[in-house]
């Protein structure tokens, strides 16, 4: 995506700080062009869980993907900034936010995002939460996770370090709970009879994260 695209998403959004945020994360974050990788010629609908305020939706609608899109978060601050995000886009019918805990999904069945959330449930919340997962993709669906696993570099310090800020500002209240294992995670998504691919996907952010593509094995 373009400088140009970059700017039309943040200048949807609320105030200066916000739309530099959004700047910030789409010019250095790759996790929205991945996850547009995975879904390309996917019109099932996503389900986006933990969705923040809304930038995936924006980001695929930007790029030409027209599949429904849901995204539940808990925090109702955030929904509220992506509606209005999406009312100003003249998105609000297409980007659908609305506010919601991960353990509480609508009976959706397509594709399904998990971007950075996993590490904000407990270890036994991720594991139900992986489940359900499970159970809302279509038969040809995608799940597509990522987040910061648990290792011992010091690029998981640092994202320890950026969690403990990101809670102490507020913008996570309860902050992280559980930093999953590659090894966790395999064992979780076979149980829910799924195939699993993982790769780093970190960009120009110090931080260890990894994305993790599964889908049904049949
Ligand atoms: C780091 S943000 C990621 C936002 C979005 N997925 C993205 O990548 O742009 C993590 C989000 O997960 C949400 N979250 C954490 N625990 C949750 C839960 N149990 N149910 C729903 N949302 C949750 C937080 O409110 C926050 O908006």
Same mark, same amino acid.
């Given at each position: 995506?373009?400088?140009?695209?970059?700017?039309?998403?943040?200048?949807?959004?609320?105030?200066?700080?916000? #739309?530099? &945020?959004? $700047?910030?994360?789409?010019?250095?974050?790759?996790?929205?062009?991945?996850?547009? %990788?995975?879904?390309?010629?996917?019109?099932?609908?996503?389900?986006?869980?933990?969705?923040? =305020?809304?930038?995936?939706?924006?980001?695929?609608?930007?790029?030409?993907?027209?599949?429904? &899109?849901?995204?539940?978060? $808990?925090?109702? $601050?955030? *929904?509220?900034?992506?509606?209005? %995000?999406?009312?100003?886009?003249?998105? +609000?019918?297409?980007?659908?936010?609305?506010?919601?805990?991960?353990?509480?999904?609508?009976?959706?069945?397509?594709?399904?995002?998990?971007?950075?959330?996993?590490? &904000?449930?407990? +270890?036994?919340?991720?594991? %139900?939460?992986?489940? !359900?997962?499970? #159970?809302?993709?279509?038969? !040809?669906?995608?799940? *597509?996770?990522?987040?910061?696993?648990? /290792?011992?570099? @010091?690029?998981?310090?640092?994202?320890?370090?950026?969690?403990?800020?990101?809670?102490?500002?507020? @913008? =996570?209240?309860?902050?992280?709970?559980?930093?999953?294992? %590659?090894?966790?995670?395999?064992?979780?998504?076979?149980?829910?009879?799924?195939?699993? #691919? *993982?790769?780093?996907? #970190?960009?120009?952010?110090?931080?260890?994260?990894?994305? =993790? /593509?599964? $889908?049904?094995?049949?």
């Amino acid at each position: 995506m373009d400088r140009h695209a970059r700017h039309r998403i943040a200048s949807r959004y609320d105030g200066h700080l916000q #739309r530099c &945020y959004v $700047r910030v994360k789409l010019a250095s974050d790759p996790v929205y062009a991945a996850s547009s %990788a995975v879904l390309a010629g996917s019109t099932l609908p996503l389900l986006d869980i933990g969705c923040g =305020i809304g930038l995936l939706g924006q980001y695929l609608y930007m790029q030409g993907h027209r599949a429904p &899109y849901l995204g539940l978060d $808990r925090d109702p $601050r955030k *929904i509220a900034a992506g509606q209005r %995000a999406a009312q100003r886009a003249g998105l +609000a019918t297409v980007v659908d936010l609305r506010c919601a805990d991960a353990l509480d999904l609508p009976p959706t069945q397509g594709n399904v995002a998990l971007l950075d959330v996993l590490h &904000y449930l407990p +270890a036994t919340g991720q594991l %139900a939460l992986l489940q !359900q997962a499970a #159970r809302h993709l279509a038969p !040809q669906g995608r799940l *597509i996770i990522r987040n910061v696993l648990r /290792e011992g570099n @010091w690029r998981f310090h640092a994202t320890r370090a950026e969690e403990f800020l990101l809670q102490a500002s507020g @913008w =996570i209240p309860g902050g992280a709970q559980h930093y999953p294992s %590659a090894s966790e995670l395999r064992e979780a998504l076979e149980a829910a009879g799924l195939l699993m #691919r *993982i790769e780093t996907l #970190r960009g120009r952010t110090p931080f260890n994260s990894y994305l =993790i /593509e599964a $889908r049904h094995a049949h």
